[in-house]
C-alpha cells in the first residue's frame, strides 16, 4: 500500500532564504532606522534622560549655556592675563633695586620699615635719619616701591601712608639739600599756624630783618660790631661769611621758583566729579593756590623790607 503526504494546512509559511531581487544588501553594514524614527516610536517620558532636566532639550535654553560658558571662558582669560601683568610688574618692581649694593638696599629697608613703626614718632625717626645722613635717593626708591605695591594691590590706608611718608623723607632730603634761600622759604612758610595771616606776617619780617644784612652804606662798607665814631671793632670778615643771605638772592631765587609753579598750575587740569579720589586732587589743588599766596607775600615783604 503506497503512503500518500498530506499537506500541513496549519504551519506557517516560512520566508525566503534569500532576500528579494529588489532589495540591497550589504554584508559589512548593517543599516538600521534612523534615530529620529526610533525618538519618534519612543514614548515620550523614555525620549528623556535620567536626572537631566526639560531645558535641557530646549534649544534656546542651550544656546543660552553656551554663551554663558564663553563668558566664563572670557573672564578665566582675562584674569590670567591681570595675573600675569601683575606678575611682570611686580618683577620690574623688584628689578628697580638691583643697580644698588644688596648691603644699602638692606639697609635702606630696615630704615624704611622703622620708619612706618614708628607711627607717630615718624618725625623725629626722619630727623635723626637725616641727622645721621641716612636719607637718600635709595631710601625714597624704597618708599616708591612699596607705594607701587600697595596701589596695584588697591591698599587705599597703605597708600595714603605712604605717599605722606614719601613726601616727609623727600621734603626732609631737600631741605637739607636746599639752597639758604629755600631753607628760609621753607622755615617761614612752617612759621604760619593756618589762621592768623597777619601775625605771620609781623614773625617773617622779624625773621627777614635777622636774615638779611643791612643794606644801607656803611653796613656794606663797614662790618657788623665795628664802631665808625670810634673807628673800634671788627675789620675781619666772619668765617660763615659765605653763607650770607643777600635779599637781592632770596627774591630772585624764590621768584623763579614761582614761575616755574605757575607754569606748571596752568597746565594741570582740575579734577572733576564727586568721587574721593576728585575731592582729594580738588583739595590739593586749594592748599597748592594757598601756599602760592603766600610766596607770593613774602617775595612782597622781601621786597619791601625795611629795617
Same mark, same amino acid.
Given at each position: 500500500?503506497?503512503?500518500?503526504?498530506?499537506?500541513?494546512?496549519?504551519?506557517?509559511?516560512?520566508?525566503?532564504?534569500?532576500?528579494?531581487?529588489?532589495?540591497?544588501?550589504?554584508?559589512?553594514?548593517?543599516?538600521?532606522?534612523?534615530?529620529?524614527?526610533?525618538?519618534?516610536?519612543?514614548?515620550?517620558?523614555?525620549?528623556?534622560?535620567?536626572?537631566?532636566?526639560?531645558?535641557?532639550?530646549?534649544?534656546?535654553?542651550?544656546?543660552?549655556?553656551?554663551?554663558?560658558?564663553?563668558? $566664563?571662558?572670557?573672564?578665566?582669560?582675562?584674569? *590670567? #592675563? !591681570?595675573? &600675569?601683568? %601683575? +606678575? @611682570?610688574?611686580?618683577? =620690574?618692581? /623688584?628689578?628697580?633695586?638691583?643697580?644698588?649694593?644688596?648691603?644699602?638696599?638692606?639697609?635702606?629697608?630696615? $630704615?624704611?620699615?622703622?620708619?612706618?613703626?614708628? *607711627? #607717630? !614718632?615718624? &618725625?623725629? %625717626? +626722619? @630727623?635723626?635719619?637725616? =641727622?645721621? /645722613?641716612?636719607?637718600?635717593?635709595?631710601?625714597?626708591?624704597?618708599?616708591?616701591?612699596?607705594?607701587?605695591?600697595?596701589?596695584?594691590?588697591?591698599?587705599?590706608?597703605?597708600?595714603?601712608?605712604?605717599?605722606?611718608?614719601?613726601?616727609?623723607? =623727600?621734603?626732609?632730603?631737600?631741605?637739607?639739600?636746599?639752597?639758604?634761600?629755600?631753607?628760609?622759604?621753607?622755615?617761614?612758610?612752617?612759621?604760619?599756624?593756618?589762621?592768623?595771616?597777619?601775625?605771620?606776617?609781623?614773625?617773617?619780617?622779624?625773621?627777614?630783618?635777622?636774615?638779611?644784612?643791612?643794606?644801607?652804606?656803611?653796613?656794606?662798607?663797614?662790618?657788623?660790631?665795628?664802631?665808625?665814631?670810634?673807628?673800634?671793632?671788627?675789620?675781619?670778615?666772619?668765617?660763615?661769611?659765605?653763607?650770607?643771605?643777600?635779599?637781592?638772592?632770596?627774591?630772585?631765587?624764590?621768584?623763579?621758583?614761582?614761575?616755574?609753579?605757575?607754569?606748571?598750575?596752568?597746565?594741570?587740569?582740575?579734577?572733576?566729579?564727586?568721587?574721593?579720589?576728585?575731592?582729594?586732587?580738588?583739595?590739593?589743588?586749594?592748599?597748592?593756590?594757598?601756599?602760592?599766596?603766600?610766596?607770593?607775600?613774602?617775595?612782597?615783604?622781601?621786597?619791601?623790607?625795611?629795617?
Amino acid at each position: 500500500m503506497e503512503a500518500k503526504p498530506f499537506p500541513l494546512t496549519c504551519a506557517p509559511s516560512l520566508p525566503p532564504l534569500l532576500p528579494p531581487t529588489n532589495m540591497r544588501f550589504s554584508r559589512f553594514k548593517t543599516i538600521f532606522p534612523s534615530g529620529e524614527v526610533l525618538r519618534r516610536s519612543m514614548p515620550k517620558e523614555e525620549q528623556l534622560l535620567e536626572g537631566m532636566p526639560k531645558e535641557y532639550y530646549d534649544d534656546e535654553w542651550q544656546a543660552r549655556q553656551r554663551e554663558k560658558t564663553k563668558e $566664563l571662558h572670557r573672564r578665566r582669560r582675562e584674569e *590670567e #592675563e !591681570e595675573e &600675569e601683568r %601683575k +606678575i @611682570e610688574e611686580y618683577r =620690574e618692581i /623688584g628689578l628697580r633695586l638691583m643697580g644698588y649694593p644688596e648691603e644699602d638696599v638692606r639697609r635702606a629697608r630696615k $630704615l624704611v620699615s622703622s620708619f612706618i613703626r614708628a *607711627e #607717630e !614718632e615718624v &618725625e623725629e %625717626k +626722619i @630727623e635723626e635719619a637725616a =641727622e645721621r /645722613g641716612e636719607l637718600n635717593e635709595l631710601v625714597l626708591m624704597v618708599i616708591w616701591n612699596r607705594l607701587d605695591l600697595a596701589r596695584r594691590d588697591d591698599e587705599k590706608d597703605a597708600i595714603r601712608s605712604l605717599d605722606l611718608l614719601y613726601r616727609r623723607v =623727600e621734603t626732609e632730603i631737600l631741605k637739607r639739600e636746599a639752597t639758604p634761600a629755600m631753607r628760609l622759604l621753607n622755615d617761614l612758610l612752617n612759621m604760619h599756624d593756618g589762621f592768623d595771616d597777619e601775625g605771620w606776617l609781623k614773625e617773617c619780617k622779624k625773621r627777614m630783618a635777622d636774615a638779611f644784612p643791612r643794606e644801607d652804606p656803611f653796613t656794606v662798607l663797614v662790618p657788623a660790631g665795628f664802631d665808625i665814631d670810634k673807628h673800634h671793632g671788627p675789620l675781619s670778615l666772619p668765617l660763615e661769611a659765605d653763607d650770607i643771605l643777600l635779599r637781592v638772592d632770596f627774591v630772585r631765587e624764590v621768584d623763579a621758583l614761582l614761575q616755574e609753579v605757575r607754569s606748571e598750575q596752568n597746565e594741570a587740569q582740575s579734577a572733576q566729579g564727586l568721587d574721593p579720589e576728585s575731592v582729594a586732587l580738588r583739595l590739593k589743588e586749594q592748599e597748592k593756590k594757598r601756599t602760592i599766596h603766600r610766596v607770593e607775600t613774602l617775595v612782597d615783604l622781601a621786597i619791601n623790607l625795611k629795617w
